[in-house]
């Protein structure tokens, strides 16, 4: 399911960043938690029955473990969806919210919103972090993740003396990897598990974007692979369009 109709047509007033503790979000989030808690399950019988010797039961659990993982992995992205819309709906053109996103959900889509905003000429982005209340132990785990994630790009950044829980992106001048335009979010994920040390060494300039009709940024795909991709996509677009008719 998309919320971008739903979600994108409402834009309030009055911001509102909280939408991490929607019932939705929290209900999504919590179906994913234990769909992986099943597939632990599943996974453990599963290498039981294998040193049993009951390779066919090994075999059977050990698919159904993996449908466990596509089933946790879609209710996150559906999660991850619904609050990164229902907190950029009222977001400025040179803002982006990344509360109730994970780590690496984060950094992901803050890659490809700094690949627009290089393309499109911003000079800058403020980016919406948070200050930690609602992480574990009061942690904060979202600042920390994009300042290190700036700092592998060269990318200037500082901390709103006015609002902690925002960094400010300097992007005069920005030299971006290309990878950060042009990685899925499967492949993303799957690459942090071997995360260089250095970023990659080929960047691209400021160049015009190319933006689609509206309509088009409607369609949802519901491939689990690219349906971030997609939606995020469709958001970004619009903002950067906010952008491209302001100048």
């Known amino acids: 399911m998309s919320y971008v109709a739903e ?3 409402l834009l ?4 509102d960043y909280n939408h991490a503790t929607d019932k939705e979000y929290q209900r999504l989030r919590g179906l994913a938690d234990q769909a992986y808690k099943e597939r632990q399950k599943l996974s453990q019988q599963s290498q039981s029955s294998f040193k049993t010797g009951d390779k066919s039961k090994a075999h059977e659990l050990s698919e159904a473990a993996k449908k466990k993982l596509k089933e946790a992995e879609d209710y996150n992205l ?8 229902a907190n950029n709906a009222d977001s400025s053109s040179n803002e982006i919210d990344l509360h109730g996103l994970y780590v690496k959900e984060a950094k992901w889509i803050l890659q490809r919103r700094v690949a627009a905003a290089v393309k499109n000429g911003e000079s800058e982005l403020q980016v919406i972090v948070g200050k930690g209340l609602h992480s574990s132990n009061g942690v904060a ?9 700036c700092d592998e790009a060269n990318l200037n950044d500082h901390v709103d003396s006015k609002n902690t829980g925002v960094v400010i992106i300097d992007l005069t001048g920005a030299r971006i990897p290309v990878s950060w335009d042009t990685t899925d979010f499967s492949t993303y994920s799957q690459s942090q598990a071997n995360k ?16 689609q009709p509206y309509a088009q940024q409607q369609q949802h795909q519901q ?6 991709s997609s939606l995020v996509d469709q958001l970004l677009r619009m903002l950067c369009q906010c952008v491209k008719n302001n100048m």
């Not at 309030?12 to 911001?15: A, D, G, I, R, V």
Request: net charge positive; charged share 15%.
């Open 7 to 9: 979600r994108g047509a």
């Open 12 to 15: 309030s007033t009055e911001k």
């Open 78 to 85: 559906q999660a991850a969806e619904y609050v990164f819309v």
């Open 141 to 149: 785990k979202l600042k920390p993740a994009i300042q290190e994630l």
């Open 196 to 211: 260089p040390s250095k970023p990659q060494q080929a960047y691209q300039g400021q160049q015009q974007p190319q933006y």
């Open 223 to 228: 491939q689990q692979s690219s349906g971030s």
